[in-house]
């Protein structure tokens, strides 16, 4: 058996566990621990861990993984990593202002704001949006530039969706009301036969010019109260469609995260990570 240490954090209640990889060296299978260790019932419960390995420094200072807890591999997560570089400042690893951080949807930069007692708060930059249908990736039923407004046909209903990549391939969902099983909804879009890679899914309510509320469905993990991803990918398609400006105040079930889609298309978000607990996760060694 080994012990693997651990620190868990969460933004606005999506929680995530982070571990330097360094700590990962006798785990075998990285997918099944991951679904281990975040089990609900029978480990820490997360929605999903993120794995941090320091790097040279020359383009980005940290690499940072994201498992779903399925065992899948998240391309990347606004909160997650968010997350992980708090996990940095409150371990003393990194006293930098700025950190850039690696993902496989590209290198974002995280600039520290503030810390009260175990909450961090940070401006991300977190690229540029996608909107191209084949870099969703999303399969169009007639040949379709953009999926903007666009007819998803489901089991029960159609519905006008938005879709675009800001990291993860996010389905966008304007709505009057959360007054129906929207998770129903969310969890048969999530899988969908038009989106080759499963889409999160969120649904937005448009309170004014500058205010958006959303309800989450995300692939791999289900509902959860916050998403960074999610949270950025209203805000635009809210902006995109003209229903409200480029700056936008996201309130989800969590808590708000502020959005801003730049005039040289640079997405931002500004939100917290705040400390859950430690702990070592005792690993089992075949």
Excluded at 43 to 56: F, H, P
Excluded at 62 to 85: H, L, M, Q
Excluded at 92 to 112: A, E, H, M, P, Q
Excluded at 116 to 127: C, D, R, V
Aim: aromatic share 10%.
């Amino acid at each position: 058996m080994s012990e693997i240490n651990f620190c868990k954090f969460h933004g606005f209640g999506n929680d995530y566990i982070v571990i330097e990889k360094e700590n990962l060296l006798e785990v075998s299978d990285l997918s099944e621990f991951a679904r281990n260790i975040c089990h609900r019932n029978t480990g820490v419960g997360g929605d999903g861990i993120a794995v941090l390995e320091r790097l040279d420094g020359e383009s980005a200072d940290y690499f940072c993984e994201i498992v779903n807890p399925d065992g899948s591999i998240a391309g990347f997560s606004g909160n997650g990593t968010r997350c992980a570089v708090a996990y940095l400042n409150y371990k003393n690893i990194w006293s930098d202002k700025n950190l850039r951080l690696k993902t496989r949807s590209g290198i974002k930069n995280y600039g520290f704001l503030k810390r009260e007692e175990n909450t961090f708060w940070y401006l991300a930059e977190l690229g540029k949006p996608k909107f191209a249908a084949s870099t969703v990736p999303f399969l169009p039923a007639e040949p379709l530039d953009q999926i903007i407004d666009c007819e998803l046909k489901l089991s029960d209903r159609i519905l006008p969706i938005t879709a675009l990549n800001v990291g993860n391939p996010v389905c966008v969902i304007f709505v009057e009301d959360f007054e129906f099983d929207w998770r129903k909804v969310g969890k048969e879009i999530e899988s969908h036969k038009q989106f080759p890679e499963k889409a999160n899914v969120v649904f937005v309510k448009i309170i004014d010019r500058e205010n958006v509320q959303i309800r989450i469905w995300e692939r791999a993990a289900g509902e959860t109260s916050s998403s960074g991803t999610c949270s950025i990918a209203a805000a635009l398609a809210s902006a995109y469609t003209n229903r409200t400006e480029r700056k936008v105040s996201v309130h989800a079930a969590g808590g708000t995260t502020e959005a801003h889609w730049r005039e040289d298309d640079e997405m931002l978000i500004t939100g917290r990570a705040d400390l859950a607990f430690c702990g070592e996760w005792i690993h089992e060694v075949y």
